[in-house]
């Protein structure tokens, strides 16, 4: 397959079309087995409304904002979702216990190599499941995309790894003292963290530190240099145990509270997806949205509403785990596809 830099010309021409669509097929096959794993393991297909209330309140998300204009022409402001997880937990506590979705999201900000505007989350969920559970799914899908592409090997941009290989696990600490000798738990509390004791262990690793960064500034930089570009070689990788400010959504470990019970997976250095064992607290749940927001706010000048309706929820909704995988990322990897708008059916224009 061809995995060139994109053509000046349109995707819709010929030419293109004919280089683009050995990806596309690979997708749908993909996408099939896919769905095909999870009705043999007893999981309900959902379709979580894309017209929402919020589209997610983390900070450094992106929604599209649009309204709904009512029979009297009333106008109420709506957002297309970032994810399907509200909609997808209002499900857990309507009694669903398994179930997935091939969701159409939409976010912001993103374009690039590997981000589009427009693109497919799979998303799961297994209530009264641990979050470990989502681990052993990763792997088995991971082999099953290859498998069905035919494909023995993951790759991206000259970088590969091992789809039928069971898949390290780090933790954030881990990976923070190995790669940038940082003992990143030393800077935090259940509750709070110690942004000057990060940011002096940062910039003893070499990594900038600004004036104004917040901890999460650091912490993200440190991330992004010095950890994920080493994540996922020879085999995926999956990142677990984040700070619990970093990982709005999910619940602390029993084990450790400084610690969420949020991993990401990665191959080829590519983040593929993120999951969590959900939070079902729902005042906590507010705080941290408020918190985000206020962040948002901070830095980018604005903020979206909270979904009240989904907080409700939560003190309905079981002990669950849930994670969100990028299909078409996937698709990407066990293609050998370059560039994201070569797996996706009609790009968006722009």
């Not at 979580?48 to 649009?66: C, D, K, M, R, W």
């Not at 500034?217 to 996922?232: A, M, N, Q, T, Y």
């Not at 191959?267 to 918190?291: I, K, S, Y």
């Not at 309706?309 to 003190?315: P, Q």
Request: with cysteine.
């Amino acid at each position: 397959m061809s995995a060139g830099p994109p053509s000046a010309s349109p995707w819709w021409t010929p030419h293109v079309h004919l280089d683009r669509r050995p990806f596309l097929l690979a997708r749908n096959r993909i996408v099939a087995a896919l769905r095909g794993w999870f009705e043999e393991r007893e999981f309900i297909e959902v379709e979580g409304a894309i017209l929402q209330v919020s589209p997610g309140n983390e900070a450094h998300l992106h929604g599209f904002a649009t309204e709904i204009v009512g029979p009297a022409g009333e106008r109420t402001p709506l957002y297309l979702h970032t994810s399907p997880e509200f909609a997808c937990k209002k499900l857990l506590a309507a009694g669903e216990r398994r179930i997935f979705d091939f969701a159409k999201v939409f976010r912001n900000r993103e374009r690039g190599a590997l981000h589009h505007p427009e693109f497919t989350m799979l998303e799961w969920y297994r209530a009264e499941e641990p979050y470990e559970t989502l681990m052993e799914d990763c792997g088995a899908l991971l082999r099953l995309a290859a498998e069905t592409a035919g494909a023995t090997t993951l790759r991206f941009r000259g970088r590969e790894a091992d789809p039928f290989a069971t898949p390290e696990r780090v933790t954030v600490a881990e990976a923070f003292a190995e790669r940038a000798g940082i003992d990143l738990l030393a800077t935090m509390t259940e509750r709070e963290t110690d942004r000057d004791a990060l940011a002096a262990a940062a910039t003893q690793a070499g990594v900038r530190v600004a004036a104004d960064d917040t901890w999460a500034d650091i912490f993200s930089r440190v991330l992004v240099e010095r950890i994920e570009p080493h994540l996922g070689f020879g085999r995926p990788t999956i990142l677990c145990e984040y700070p619990v400010s970093e990982a709005a959504l999910a619940r602390p470990k029993d084990a450790d509270p400084r610690v969420a019970e949020r991993f990401e997976l990665y191959a080829c250095g590519v983040e593929l997806a993120n999951a969590f064992g959900e939070l079902t607290d729902p005042d906590e749940q507010r705080l941290r949205f408020d918190a985000e927001m206020a962040e948002k706010e901070r830095v980018y000048g604005e903020r979206f509403p909270v979904d009240e309706d989904f907080l409700d929820a939560l003190s309905l909704m079981p002990p669950a785990s849930g994670i969100a995988l990028g299909l078409d990322r996937l698709v990407m990897l066990a293609t050998g596809a370059s560039r994201i708008d070569q797996v996706v059916w009609t790009p968006v224009a722009g």
